[in-house]
């Protein structure tokens, strides 16, 4: 790509500056922005979860497993009758299918599992405006938690061009090796999905504003996301896709869709608030929560070795080129590119 195909943390879009509901926490030092711009989606993978689990728990572990444990150890069927030598064949078959079945469904299954339940609730970007860093968490085997410079950060609005009613737009950051020196590139779409491009770009202000100008340029937004799981925050995300056609379309043709598809909505919320609900809160280490204070340390900035030396290898061979165009100026932060030598 070239230098100038994106926003750096200099360019401002507009005069409006408004985060929506993207923001988990202000303060002086920090803000806390979502970090996965499907979390209103989440709740198919835990409807699909509890079935497998009705299915496999619920009716095989306490309908034919634990009866036929105690069957066996009885000597008895059901109505009194001795157990005869298929029930000592078939009982003790049943079970092993059983365990086959869950070994095999957690085994394959695991990694999709992860994407909304038994996993960090939340995906978090946080900006700390004292130590001009970014940081992202995410969970471990996703790269855990990262921190880059500030100034290595570029932004650029993905979808929804001006006036879009319903393709909406989202926020993507992208940290390039060019710019920050980590050997390696990071992206992450921050906020949730917004209506317009238009909004998607008061985010970015809102937080370019917020590191560059401090809080007077950004104040703290009338409402945060919250952290702790809701059960009426879910009802309201599964209910959030109609809001841009509530604003345009028919009001009434809306309500009666709306109603017709209402159980399917109810169990969208619910699936939602368990997913949460199956997560655990998002920790920073402690030396992230403390930075931007006095006499705290900085944080280090992350770099392709602290995934391993093979892991490194293979980050510093896929990064991306970012090329200045002729007459263009240089990179004016001097970061040290992945390979090394100075990118300018």
């Not at 078939?90 to 086959?100: A, G, N, T, Y």
């Amino acid at each position: 790509m070239t230098a100038d195909d994106h926003l750096r943390t200099d360019s401002s879009v507009g005069t409006i500056a408004d985060p929506g509901a993207a923001l988990f926490s202000y303060d002086e030092r920090y803000i806390d922005v979502q970090g996965a711009w499907q979390e209103d989606r989440r709740g198919i993978i835990t409807f699909a979860f509890i079935g497998a689990m009705y299915l496999l728990q619920y009716m095989a572990l306490f309908g034919n497993v634990v009866p036929g444990i105690k069957d066996m150890m009885s000597g008895f069927a059901p109505l009194g009758r001795p157990l005869t030598a298929e029930g000592y064949i078939f009982i003790p078959l049943f079970i092993l299918m059983w365990i086959v079945a869950n070994v095999v469904f957690f085994r394959f299954a695991w990694r999709w599992l992860r994407l909304e339940i038994f996993v960090q609730r939340r995906i978090v970007v946080r900006f700390n405006r004292i130590t001009k860093q970014v940081h992202l968490n995410r969970p471990a085997y996703a790269g855990g938690v990262v921190t880059f410079p500030w100034e290595a950060t570029i932004a650029d609005m993905v979808g929804g061009d001006g006036g879009s009613r319903n393709q909406g737009g989202t926020l993507l950051l992208a940290w390039p090796s060019h710019y920050s020196g980590a050997g390696f590139d990071d992206l992450c779409i921050v906020g949730g999905a917004v209506e317009n491009r238009q909004q998607a770009e008061a985010l970015w202000e809102y937080i370019r504003r917020y590191m560059e100008e401090g809080p007077d340029a950004a104040p703290r937004p009338a409402r945060l996301r919250a952290l702790f799981p809701w059960p009426w925050d879910s009802v309201r995300s599964t209910l959030s896709f109609l809001v841009p056609p509530w604003r345009t379309d028919d009001k009434g043709l809306l309500l009666t869709f709306a109603l017709i598809l209402s159980p399917l909505l109810l169990l969208h919320s619910i699936c939602h608030w368990l997913s949460l609900l199956l997560c655990w809160p998002t920790w920073w280490p402690k030396i992230i929560r403390s930075a931007g204070l006095p006499g705290a340390p900085v944080p280090r900035l992350t770099v392709a070795e602290d995934f391993g030396a093979d892991v490194a290898g293979k980050l510093r061979a896929s990064v991306v080129t970012v090329v200045e165009k002729s007459g263009g100026h240089a990179n004016p932060h001097n970061a040290i590119d992945s390979t090394g030598g100075d990118s300018k």
